[in-house]
């Protein structure tokens, strides 16, 4: 950048001038300019051996912060306008809890707790497990959606299809508990396709895809 000149004859101007033109001119990230940095702080301090007061004064590019979209009441009620069935609820649920998608749509019947007014997302942000209220307006739906999804398992059943996916562990430890009741999708997809992971056709819980189509329609 400034020729054959040793770095050790460049002074704070000179790097300045560097940092100034990757962000400028090359529009490089905030990650790879805070790499540079870093490169001539080591470079200066540890090759060098020289103490560069200024260098660790100039200041850090800051990774801008974009304010989340905030949809108005007005704005929710005419998306839920475009959907019907479980795909309505699902977003209602969505919005009613503050779950992702990939949460939702992991549920389990056993993490849907009634009496008790909360539903369990496990291994959420963080691979934790937390609990969420459940939004008592769409009790009575969750609990037909649960009618509905019931029919799917006892026709799986009575199929002898396999079980739903476990979590890897689980399923190595108990093998059988993918038949079970309490692990069967709270909105499971209505065909059975091959896991990936183990080649077994089976029920999958709705795809993302599927949800997403329903606002095409």
């Known amino acids: 950048f400034h020729g054959v000149r040793h770095p050790a004859t460049l002074g704070s101007s000179e790097v300045e001038a ?110 934790k ?14 609990r037909e959606q649960l009618s509905r999804a019931r029919a799917w398992w006892l026709k799986d059943q009575a199929e002898g299809r396999s079980g739903v996916a476990l979590p890897d562990a689980l399923e190595r430890k108990y093998p059988r508990a993918g038949h079970s009741w309490p692990w069967f999708w709270v909105f499971a997809q209505h065909t059975h396709s091959t896991d990936p992971r183990s080649g077994v056709v089976r029920r999958h819980h709705m795809y993302d895809q599927t949800f997403q189509r329903a606002f095409k329609r």
């Open 18 to 127: 560097f940092l100034s033109w990757l962000a400028n001119e090359r529009k490089v990230s905030v990650s790879t300019h805070r790499q540079a940095l870093a490169a001539l702080l080591f470079f200066y301090g540890k090759v060098l051996c020289t103490d560069l007061p200024w260098l660790q004064e100039i200041g850090r590019p800051r990774p801008s912060r974009r304010l989340p979209v905030v949809l108005t009441p007005d704005e929710v009620v005419r998306i839920l306008g475009f959907l019907e069935g479980e795909h309505r609820l699902f977003a209602q649920l969505l919005y009613g809890t503050g779950m992702r998608i990939s949460e939702g749509l992991q549920l389990r019947v056993k993490d849907l707790d009634f009496d008790h007014g909360t539903i369990i997302v496990r291994e959420g942000k963080g691979s």
């Open 129 to 142: 497990d937390r609990a969420l209220m459940l939004p008592e307006s769409l009790a009575p739906s969750l």
